[in-house]
């Protein structure tokens, strides 16, 4: 299965009753493993996890490092960008991977994290 074939299937399982936007992810870790994610949303939107977050947060748990890119799809016009949480998170954890943006009507974007991203809060930000 592609990377892409595993967002969007990983997107088929979001759990989006409130916005109906249902967003999925694909992590893939240097030794060649794929973790998926998609959105959880809850009724106290604070407390929903978005897809990225969730694929980062799985591949951790399974102990995966070192990762090489992502692949986010989405059902919109432009491919969405991760938000700024997520950001935050696969800069932390993932380092300045590449990022491939998807919608449904196989549009798509790739960009390095470091360009959607260019001044994270890091170590170097506390120097």
Not at 2 to 21: E, G, I, K, V, W
Not at 62 to 87: S, W
Request: one cysteine or more; aromatic letters at 8%.
């Amino acid at each position: 299965m592609t990377l892409l074939a595993a967002a969007l299937d990983a997107r088929l399982h979001a759990h989006a009753p409130y916005s109906h936007f249902q967003v999925g992810a694909a992590l893939e870790a240097g030794d060649g493993r794929v973790f998926v994610g998609c959105n959880v949303e809850i009724s106290s939107y604070g407390l929903t996890m978005c897809a990225e977050r969730v694929a980062a947060f799985h591949a951790i748990a399974q102990g995966a490092r070192g990762f090489r890119r992502i692949v986010v799809v989405t059902d919109v016009p432009r491919p969405a960008p991760p938000c700024g949480a997520c950001r935050q998170v696969l800069w932390d954890l993932c380092g300045d991977i590449e990022i491939t943006l998807v919608n449904l009507q196989g549009d798509s974007q790739t960009f390095s994290l470091s360009t959607l991203f260019p001044r994270p809060f890091d170590d170097h930000a506390m120097a």
